[in-house]
T-cell receptor
Framework: GAVVSQHPSRVICKSGTSVKIECRSL??????MFWYRQFPKKSLMLMAT?????????EQGVEKDKFLINHASLTLSTLTVTSAHPEDSSFYIC??????????FGSGTRLTVV | EDQVTQSPEALRLQEGESSSLNCSYT??????LFWYRQDPGKGPEFLFT???AGEEKEKERLKATLTKKESFLHITAPKPEDSATYLC???????????FGAGTQVVVTP
């Protein structure tokens, strides 16, 4: 079945630094990738949608300059949290879809900003 | 506005004690209702997709059903390994964007 690998699984960074999270589709070409954020005991909130080779489409209220998304290839999308602050601490999850492939989620990244 | 509401928020079951989780939704033009299982610190794992009222799908001890306004996830004779948060989700106006419910956290004790 379709597999999406997300790294790192956990990251702790200092306030003001940037953190990059990678999402790779291992056995299919992901034409579209989605980035979600999840707060404890809360629902997944869609942050942005990215299509390979195009600029990401951000949901209302998501700062595109803080959450930089790159989808340069059909197997890799990255989310960079720039100038991270404690309020950016959260669980970030990517999801990928491709032709004939359903929506497969990565295993998530727990970001803690100290 | 599309909405997905899950109940209860949490459910504690004895092993073997069957129960049901509810997912009610309001969406213009249902494009499917998805159920996922999420373990702590992990991404959601796909369970089922239901597309039309009356449809049912089963996987081991889980059975999902769909009506025009809600879906149920029935857990029959659960085991401790069924402990997880169960999420339901519906695609919104753009295929691929999902509206998720807040989930039901299920704990099955031996």
């Amino acid at each position: 079945g379709a597999v999406v690998s997300q790294h790192p699984s956990r990251v702790i960074c200092k306030s003001g630094t940037s953190v990059k999270i990678e999402c790779r589709s291992l056995d299919f070409q992901a034409t579209t990738m989605f980035w979600y954020r999840q707060f404890p005991k809360k629902s997944l909130m869609l942050m942005a949608t990215s299509n390979e080779g195009s600029k990401a489409t951000y949901e209302q209220g998501v700062e595109k300059d803080k959450f930089l998304i790159n989808h340069a290839s059909l197997t890799l999308s990255t989310l960079t949290v720039t100038s991270a602050h404690p309020e950016d601490s959260s669980f970030y999850i990517c999801s990928a879809s491709g032709t004939g492939i359903g929506y497969t989620f990565g295993s998530g990244t727990r970001l803690t900003v100290v | 506005e599309d909405q997905v509401t899950q109940s209860p928020e949490a459910l504690r079951l004895q092993e073997g004690e069957s129960s049901s989780l509810n997912c009610s939704y309001t969406v213009s033009g249902l494009r499917g209702l998805f159920w996922y299982r999420q373990d702590p610190g992990k991404g959601p794992e796909f369970l089922f997709t239901l597309y039309s009222a009356g449809e049912e799908k089963e996987k081991e001890r889980l059975k999902a059903t769909l009506t025009k306004k809600e879906s149920f996830l029935h857990i029959t004779a659960p085991k401790p390994e069924d402990s997880a948060t169960y999420l339901c989700a519906v695609p919104t106006d753009s295929w691929g964007k999902f509206q998720f419910g807040a989930g039901t956290q299920v704990v099955v004790t031996p």
